[in-house]
Structures are given as structure tokens and as C-alpha cells.
């Protein structure tokens, strides 16, 4: 099922039979080095069912990117619900084939998740967590009007959380009138 379409990429749902090309950019090292491990064919397999279950129980999870032109799973982005210090948030995440790194993609996905979070589903927050070290995941975050929020210690590991805020009509009303 389509859940959302850019000028370049379709999100959907996660079919059974993404499995092969999913492990394919899940098993490969430098695309999961801020990962404990590279996944295993059962990880993947794993990734997918969680993420079909958070559909029917949330409404939303990772989607998985497909370019437009060639219906190619280039990757996954979307939305999960994570506990961050006794808080339930919900994550922007994204991963893309390292062979489509630099192109834009997971900018162009990133944005539009939340502009489906904050438009559909009326949610008023949103992060991102990033490891520190994860610059190009940090420069995604950012362009799509994220910022270094606080550093937390989540997942064996210290991460940094982006975050962007819905701006209220009122706050585009000022803005309109300051300018």
C-alpha cells in the first residue's frame, strides 16, 4: 500500500517480499556502522514484520523507499515510536542503499514523513536519533528544519536527539507580519 508519494519517491508498506532487497542494505557494513552489527537475513526479516505490525497497531512505521521511476527499494524511512528518558516520542528514522548516498533521497523521504506526521497525523513533535558521529544522518535531520535538541544514552550507546516542532498558524501569522 502507498502511504505517501514525492517528486522522485513512493513510501509504502512493507511486503514479504522486500526481504531480499532490504538485507541487501542491511547487511552491508559501512551502510549499518552505526549499528551494533550488520543484520542477518533473520534481522531483516525481523525489521519487516515489526514494521508491518506498527502499521496495524500504530497506523504508521518505517516505510520502505521505492524510486518512482523503477519501483527499486532503495531504502526505508518513517515514523517509530521510541521511549526516550521515560517519554514516548516519535522518530523520523531512514536508511538508504549506500549507492544512492548524496543524491538527496533520504532528505526528499525525511521531509515528507513529517509533513505527513505533522499534517495527517496531527502529532506537534518529532526527533530524529542520530549517532554522533553520523554526519551525513545529522545534515538529513537538519535540512529538513531539525535541531540538536540534548544528548541521551539510548541503545547501549550516547546519541544525539534532533527534534522539530509543528509551527503554529499563529507563529506563521508573526512571521508573515514581521516580514
Same mark, same amino acid.
Given at each position: 500500500?502507498?502511504?505517501?508519494?514525492?517528486?522522485?519517491?513512493?513510501?509504502?508498506?512493507?511486503?514479504?517480499?522486500?526481504?531480499?532487497?532490504? +538485507? +541487501? &542494505?542491511?547487511?552491508?557494513?559501512?551502510?549499518?556502522?552505526?549499528?551494533?552489527?550488520?543484520?542477518? &537475513?533473520? !534481522?531483516?526479516?525481523?525489521?519487516?514484520?515489526?514494521? !508491518?505490525?506498527?502499521?496495524?497497531?500504530?497506523?504508521?512505521?518505517?516505510?520502505?523507499?521505492?524510486?518512482?521511476?523503477?519501483?527499486?527499494?532503495? #531504502?526505508?524511512?518513517?515514523?517509530?515510536? !521510541?521511549? &526516550?528518558?521515560?517519554?514516548?516520542?516519535?522518530?523520523?528514522?531512514? +536508511?538508504?542503499?549506500?549507492?544512492?548516498?548524496?543524491? #538527496?533521497?533520504?532528505?526528499?523521504?525525511?521531509?515528507?514523513?513529517?509533513?505527513?506526521?505533522?499534517?495527517?497525523?496531527?502529532?506537534?513533535?518529532?526527533?530524529?536519533?542520530?549517532?554522533?558521529?553520523?554526519?551525513?544522518?545529522?545534515?538529513?535531520?537538519?535540512? &529538513? #528544519?531539525?535541531?540538536?535538541?540534548?544528548?541521551?544514552?539510548?541503545? #547501549?550507546?550516547? +546519541?544525539?536527539?534532533?527534534?522539530?516542532?509543528?509551527?503554529?498558524?499563529?507563529?506563521?501569522?508573526?512571521?508573515?507580519?514581521?516580514?
Amino acid at each position: 500500500m502507498v502511504v505517501l508519494e514525492t517528486q522522485r519517491l513512493i513510501l509504502r508498506q512493507y511486503r514479504d517480499e522486500d526481504i531480499t532487497s532490504l +538485507h +541487501h &542494505i542491511f547487511s552491508d557494513p559501512e551502510t549499518m556502522k552505526f549499528y551494533p552489527a550488520p543484520f542477518s &537475513i533473520q !534481522q531483516t526479516q525481523d525489521w519487516i514484520k515489526r514494521n !508491518q505490525d506498527r502499521y496495524r497497531n500504530d497506523g504508521y512505521g518505517l516505510w520502505a523507499v521505492c524510486l518512482k521511476e523503477t519501483n527499486e527499494l532503495i #531504502g526505508d524511512c518513517g515514523l517509530v515510536k !521510541q521511549k &526516550i528518558n521515560d517519554n514516548i516520542e516519535v522518530e523520523i528514522g531512514y +536508511h538508504i542503499n549506500k549507492q544512492y548516498w548524496s543524491q #538527496g533521497f533520504a532528505t526528499e523521504a525525511a521531509k515528507a514523513c513529517k509533513e505527513y506526521a505533522f499534517d495527517k497525523l496531527g502529532l506537534n513533535k518529532l526527533i530524529s536519533i542520530i549517532a554522533p558521529k553520523n554526519v551525513p544522518s545529522i545534515r538529513v535531520a537538519e535540512k &529538513i #528544519g531539525f535541531t540538536k535538541e540534548k544528548e541521551v544514552f539510548i541503545f #547501549g550507546k550516547n +546519541h544525539y536527539i534532533y527534534s522539530g516542532v509543528k509551527e503554529s498558524n499563529e507563529e506563521l501569522l508573526n512571521e508573515w507580519c514581521d516580514s
